[in-house]
């Protein structure tokens, strides 16, 4: 019965080390992935904004007559 135990408890531990590992491994790429939506995120902005300009640019032009 102790030697059954003292099994069990060896691959408990082995497969709660194996989670901890892979946990890691999703929060490191949960953050990557976060980081990436950021850059993203601001590139959007940053043509929504050129658009906007533009949009603005091209509406003086036609109020101007040109």
Do not use: C, P, V
């Not at 030697?3 to 790429?29: M, P, T, V």
């Not at 992935?33 to 043509?47: E, F, N, V, W, Y």
Request: aromatic fraction near 2%; charged fraction near 30%.
């Amino acid at each position: 019965m102790k030697s059954q135990l003292e099994q069990r408890l060896s691959q408990l531990k082995s497969e709660f080390e194996a989670g901890q590992k892979k946990l890691a491994e999703l929060d490191s790429q949960a953050s990557n992935l976060r980081a990436t939506l950021l850059r993203i995120s601001g590139a959007i902005q940053l043509i929504e904004e050129e658009l906007a300009k533009a949009g603005s640019t091209q509406q003086e032009d036609s109020a101007k007559g040109k």
